[in-house]
């Protein structure tokens, strides 16, 4: 994968790393899955047609008066109920741009890189973690519309259970939110 400032990836895990200041933000990879050849076992590099514009991200960088609380879990086919417990969780305009990652991300299986992904996002990201029971929030935030989104995980013999969860949530007139995050 070509090299992209302040970007690492990491290939067996499909999470992308956004490197700042030697701190690194996880950046789930249902933000950057867009297209996998399921027959071949190839990872292609795939590419953002949309162009990432500021201005669209901008309301989201403003002070804002709203918190949005949320909670992700999942129910195990045994009926076990397992949170998302120390995941990391983001708070991502509802861009174009965003969108976009989005809707590829939903039609596919898998993580490939994406060969303009575009660092400036993360200026317009909140990023929390997880409590015990799944929990956590995001405060100060403005008005406008915005895509939640954490990850659930377990192992079940060999293989990684569980998967991302997302959520559209609309902040209006400064009011807090309270989202359940789960499928």
Same mark, same amino acid.
């Given at each position: ?14 999470? @992308?790393? !956004? ?27 795939? =590419? ?15 002070? %804002? ?7 992700? !879990? *999942?129910?195990?086919?045994? %009926? *076990? /109920? /397992?949170?998302?417990? %120390?995941?990391?969780? @983001? ?18 299986? %898998? ?5 303009? &992904? ?6 317009? =990201?909140? /990023? ?7 929990? !956590?929030?995001?405060?100060? /935030? ?22 991302? &969860? =997302? ?9 807090? &939110?309270?989202?359940? &995050?789960?499928?």
């Amino acid at each position: 994968m070509a090299a992209v400032a302040g970007l690492q990836h990491a290939p067996r895990s499909g999470i @992308l790393y !956004f490197q700042d200041r030697g701190v690194l933000m996880k950046f789930r990879s249902i933000m950057v899955a867009t297209i996998v050849v399921a027959l071949s076992a190839c990872v292609q590099s795939v =590419t953002v047609k949309t162009p990432f514009n500021p201005s669209e991200h901008e309301f989201a960088a403003k002070p %804002g008066k709203a918190t949005v609380s949320a909670q992700a !879990f *999942m129910r195990r086919n045994d %009926g *076990m /109920v /397992v949170y998302a417990a %120390g995941s990391q969780a @983001l708070l991502l305009p509802a861009s174009s741009y965003v969108r976009e990652l989005y809707d590829t991300s939903q039609k596919v299986y %898998g993580a490939p890189p994406v060969t303009n &992904l575009d660092v400036r996002l993360k200026n317009y =990201t909140k /990023v929390a973690q997880a409590n015990g029971e799944g929990r !956590f929030s995001f405060q100060g /935030v403005p008005d406008g519309e915005y895509l939640l989104v954490t990850n659930v995980n377990w192992r079940a013999g060999d293989s990684t259970q569980g998967g991302d &969860l =997302t959520k559209f949530v609309t902040v209006s007139n400064g009011q807090n &939110l309270d989202v359940i &995050l789960t499928r």
